[in-house]
């Protein structure tokens, strides 16, 4: 009885896990140069007299260095490519980057953008006017609802497109675009690791009840693993958590505590990415100062930098003004160029209170508004300063409501999930987070599980990490987001 039960009022929960964990080593291109002190500074010395008032005003919140020179800025034609090599190419990586690249190109701009905006319009809803660290991942995200979609039909599957911004594509294409999307991650740099999971997990009382065109659909185009398992028996969920360690390689070692008795399917999608900066950063440089937090209270923060006073070539800047108010940005590149770690801060003059200082909410939404095109292009290379500072978090949320709001309702109710089983219908959705950045790359992870039951101007150039900054890692490539956060409070235990 208990089995008929379950296979009437049955759970369906799909959980998809981007993990995204990179780290640093090899040795510093500067290390051949003297370097009389460590002061965090990163700009070139240009030998110029600074006239400004060089004593930093108390409580500004300023994010200028005492006694800054104006930068010697490089030729853009100049700098060095980050890919540029003596050594001869390895004709397997090449072939490997050629295969890479080409299913990067095959993703179209139309997927991209829909997933771009999808994060976007959950991250506005999840940060704007929180004072607390925040970070999703766009990109796991969209695996997890494109899996679910699958899962769909009739208006559900028409709501679930309209919201997820697939327009007229069919679902056939957008699987075909998520296809490419994940193999263009496989072998894209030899200096970094990807890995791409996926497996459904079946309760033996539901597993001659899924529909063979939906399991297929996510083995053949998510590569997904088919595992059927007694989900009343407790160590089950060791056996789901087993999976999901190992294919993270042990950064996320959990996303279910226990399987509700209605429960009868867990998708999970896990990524594991490992990767270096294309320049590390010199941890003896690394100093501690002052952070200013968006409720008008003091921390301090440790900051990295480059050595002597020299960024690498390869790292960019912007210099923005969003509504009157000078916006720095900066892009720092992982290995070969293929990814990188972009971070916007507000740059006020000397003279501005704090409480007129724009906010890391009030530059998210102008992000949210015009998208990341108006700003990327005006990214130059340049001897700038920048002090980045360190920080780790973790952050969870249910994401349910969020959806709601942005017009998903048809997959909440009794049947919306009928395309993969009878009567199924979407029941929960929770975010799960965790980001280290340090001098020597960046560790990260994700965890998406959906449930579902049956039934100005330019006055300080550089980049100075002094108050609250948005965030992303991106796909050069095409235009990917792996991640998007805000962090209020640089922490770093």
Same mark, same amino acid.
């Given at each position: ?8 009022? !049955? ?13 640093? /080593? ?15 500074? =990163? ?28 930068? &010697? ?32 190109? &095959? ?5 991209? /953008? !829909? ?34 979609? +699958? ?123 490992? !990767?270096?900066?294309?320049? $590390?950063?010199?941890?003896?440089? =690394? ?9 008008? =209270?003091?921390?301090? !923060? ?34 070969? /160029? ?27 939404? +102008? ?46 109710? $009794? /049947? ?78």
């Amino acid at each position: 009885m208990e089995k008929k039960m379950k296979k009437f009022f !049955a759970v369906f929960v799909l959980s998809a896990a981007l993990i995204f964990v990179a780290s640093c /080593g090899g040795d510093s291109k500067n290390d051949n140069q003297n370097d009389d002190s460590d002061t965090g500074d =990163t700009s070139v010395d240009t030998g110029d007299t600074d006239t400004g008032d060089t004593t930093e005003p108390e409580d500004t919140g300023d994010t200028t260095e005492p006694g800054d020179s104006d930068p &010697a800025e490089s030729d853009d034609s100049d700098a060095t490519d980050p890919t540029d090599t003596d050594e001869p190419e390895d004709p397997a990586l090449i072939q490997a980057y050629s295969l890479a690249d080409a299913h990067a190109d &095959a993703v179209s701009e139309e997927i991209v /953008g !829909a997933n771009t905006r999808l994060g976007l319009n959950i991250f506005e809803k999840l940060a704007i006017g929180q004072k607390e660290n925040i970070m999703i991942s766009p990109l796991s995200i969209s695996i997890a609802m494109a899996m679910t979609a +699958n899962g769909t039909e009739n208006e559900a599957l028409a709501e679930m497109k309209e919201v997820l911004g697939y327009g007229e594509m069919e679902l056939p294409a957008v699987n075909e675009q998520f296809e490419e999307l994940i193999a263009s991650l496989v072998s894209a740099d030899k200096d970094l690791v990807l890995e791409i999971a996926n497996s459904i997990w079946l309760d033996e009382s539901i597993s001659e009840d899924v529909r063979e065109e939906f399991v297929t659909v996510l083995t053949e185009s998510y590569n997904s693993e088919l595992f059927t398992a007694d989900f009343g028996d407790a160590e089950t969920v060791g056996l789901i958590n087993s999976w999901v360690a190992e294919k993270t390689h042990g950064k996320i070692d959990k996303i279910i505590k226990s399987i509700d008795p209605l429960t009868v399917m867990h998708l999970i999608n896990a990524i594991y990415f490992k !990767a270096a900066w294309s320049k $590390a950063f010199d941890k003896e440089t =690394t100093f501690t100062d002052k952070f200013f937090m968006s409720d008008g =209270t003091e921390t301090t !923060a440790d900051y990295m930098s480059f050595k002597n006073y020299e960024n690498p070539d390869e790292v960019k800047y912007g210099d923005y003004v969003i509504a009157g108010q000078n916006v720095a940005g900066v892009k720092i590149p992982y290995g070969r /160029g293929a990814f990188a770690f972009y971070a916007y801060v507000s740059n006020p003059d000397f003279d501005t209170p704090n409480d007129e200082v724009m906010t890391v909410d009030e530059i998210i939404s +102008n992000f949210v508004e015009k998208g990341f095109a108006e700003y990327l292009p005006s990214m130059t290379r340049g001897y700038y300063k920048l002090h980045l500072p360190k920080f780790k978090f973790e952050y969870e949320k249910s994401l349910s409501e969020i959806f709601k709001s942005l017009g998903l309702e048809k997959v909440f109710d $009794a /049947g919306g999930m009928s395309a993969a089983a009878p009567a199924l219908y979407v029941s929960e959705i929770t975010h799960k987070t965790h980001i280290d950045v340090n001098e020597d790359g960046t560790e990260a992870a994700a965890v998406t599980d959906v449930g579902a039951d049956m039934a100005g101007g330019e006055n300080f150039p550089g980049f100075y990490g002094r108050r609250p900054f948005f965030f992303i890692i991106r796909d050069e490539r095409n235009g990917s987001i792996l991640f998007m956060g805000k962090v209020e409070k640089p922490e770093y235990k």
